[in-house]
């Protein structure tokens, strides 16, 4: 199981999982293939606590037996009556109804390809992945139990194409941006529109930018690796004459959306509602950042973007800071961020947002689709604790959570709506968290081409403040802020990125230390100007 999942050929009884490129999602699936393939009901806690080979093995024998029957299985969903959208879905769905001219949920992305593109063998692997992927083909529609899933009949996709070997030089460049930036720009509708828009913009005879934009409720982010992965595949077999020679995706979007729905409404999902409502009982509050601007209920979804890295040498230590309180890097992350947030908030209890994977069965990990949860945390800061002990109590309600699986997000709303605490427009938060692990070098993307990226710039935000962590390959770590200009200056969110990044390096160096201290000081007169 450590093999295939980490990607190993072999392991030994005193490696460590998490020395060996694991992490909490690997974590869940192993958990969920001990469940599965063992029998044993171990708790995720466990692979955290022992993540020793041989002292996981113990913890694996010392675990209760569980039923076959109760085991993580999809099964097919049927496909002669309506299948109902997941929450995640419902939600895009009434935000597009809220915001039609918004892409804040486009996932987007643009290459500059440079060599001989045979572009047949480019249209043939998109009209491959298509009739592969019901997700691709889905539209919605509003029924009588709800959002409905809508898959149409597999179809050749449409390439947008243009030309601009035509142009004079000097404004190729220009136009390209420009055609580029229209494409992720455009707002997919939900009801009509097929949720994947591919662009072709030809630059030279052997210089062409592809742009790739596929809706969320279509996608996330290991349906895009999936994605790239069957587009190589696809265009090196089409390009050299022959078929694809994948294997049949184990599931459907279709089936997910059918399983996560009956899992919503077992007894753990009770109890995680619970559990949740309770939690918000207390002194927290979805928007806890002050604002330039006040609050409108008419908000519109313009944003911008600001970004910063943090060096690897300090992420090398946070993460080992981190690995001594059997946590992880996106934990310390989320703790560092509850501290900066903090410093802004007159609350010591703020909600947070995360989408979290929804892939825990094996037979999810192949599947194309919007396999996303809606999570909540509620971060307590106490000033005078340290960061450490932050960090503990991040952990400990983070694989909580992780093992009770997602809350029931759109019966989150309604509950909240009853006790007259938000409308059912209304988000629980407004502030959202996410995380990338690093991510391969797409450079061979397509046999015979080079592959760089091309930059869009990103125009349109969801919540008031979205706080993006993703690993680089040189081991350092991105992190992106997007805000609603709406509300904020970008004087205020550079303030609180250069907060972040001084809690981040401080906790680095020094975990013990009061979150207080944490806090990089005010700038001196001389050095603010």
Not at 479 to 488: K, N
Request: with cysteine; proline share 7%; hydrophobic share 45%.
């Amino acid at each position: 199981m450590w093999t295939a999942l980490l990607g190993v050929e072999r392991v030994g009884r005193t490696d460590g999982f998490f020395e060996r490129g694991g992490h909490s999602l690997l974590a869940a699936k192993l958990v969920a293939r001990i469940r599965a393939e063992l029998g044993r009901d171990l708790p995720l806690r466990a692979v955290f606590e022992a993540p020793g080979l041989a002292a996981l093995a113990v913890r694996i024998e010392a675990a209760p037996a569980v039923a076959a029957q109760t085991n993580m299985a999809v099964p097919r969903a049927p496909r002669d009556r309506a299948v109902p959208a997941t929450d995640m879905q419902a939600g895009l769905w009434h935000w597009q109804r809220r915001h039609p001219d918004s892409s804040a949920w486009t996932i987007f992305g643009a290459l500059r390809l440079s060599g001989p593109l045979d572009t047949d063998a480019l249209r043939a692997s998109f009209d491959h992945i298509v009739a592969r992927h019901e997700a691709l083909r889905t539209t919605f529609r509003a029924g009588a139990a709800g959002l409905e899933l809508v898959v149409h009949p597999s179809a050749p996709i449409r390439i947008e194409r243009l030309d601009l070997t035509d142009r004079p030089r000097s404004e190729i460049e220009t136009a390209a941006l420009g055609f580029a930036q229209n494409q992720a720009e455009r707002p997919f509708d939900m009801a009509v529109d097929l949720p994947i828009r591919v662009g072709l913009v030809r630059l030279g005879r052997q210089d062409h930018v592809l742009t790739l934009a596929v809706h969320h409720a279509a996608g996330d982010g290991r349906s895009m690796a999936l994605l790239l992965d069957e587009l190589g595949a696809g265009y090196r077999a089409f390009a050299g004459g022959s078929e694809p020679d994948l294997p049949q995706p184990a599931r459907q979007a279709t089936d997910y959306a059918a399983w996560r729905r009956a899992q919503d409404r077992t007894p753990a999902a009770e109890a995680r509602l619970a559990e949740t409502l309770e939690r918000l009982s207390g002194s927290w509050r979805p928007d806890p950042v002050q604002t330039d601007r006040p609050r409108r209920p008419d908000l519109g979804a313009r944003g911008a973007r600001i970004r910063f890295e943090i060096p690897g040498a300090a992420v090398l230590r946070l993460a080992a800071n981190a690995g001594a309180l059997n946590a992880t890097l996106p934990m310390a992350a989320m703790a560092a961020l509850g501290i900066a947030l903090r410093r802004r908030s007159d609350r010591d209890a703020m909600s947070l947002g995360i989408l979290v994977t929804d892939r825990g069965p094996s037979e999810l990990e192949t599947v194309m689709g919007c396999l996303v949860a809606t999570d909540l945390t509620v971060l307590e800061i106490d000033p005078a604790q340290p960061f450490a002990r932050i960090l503990t109590a991040v952990r400990d309600e983070r694989l909580a959570a992780q093992a009770a699986g997602p809350v029931p997000y759109a019966r989150l709303l309604d509950a909240l709506a009853r006790r007259y605490r938000l409308s059912h427009a209304a988000a629980p938060f407004q502030v959202l968290f996410s995380y990338l692990r690093v991510e391969p070098e797409s450079a061979d993307l397509l046999a015979g081409l080079r592959a760089r990226d091309f930059p869009v710039a990103d125009t349109d935000e969801s919540f008031e403040l979205e706080f993006d962590f993703k690993e680089r390959a040189d081991g350092g770590l991105a992190v992106s802020i997007g805000y609603l200009t709406d509300l904020f200056d970008s004087a205020t969110v550079e303030a609180l990125a250069q907060d972040l990044s001084g809690v981040l390096e401080a906790a680095a160096r020094d975990p013990d230390r009061p979150a207080a201290r944490l806090w990089p000081p005010p700038a001196l007169p001389d050095e603010a100007a």
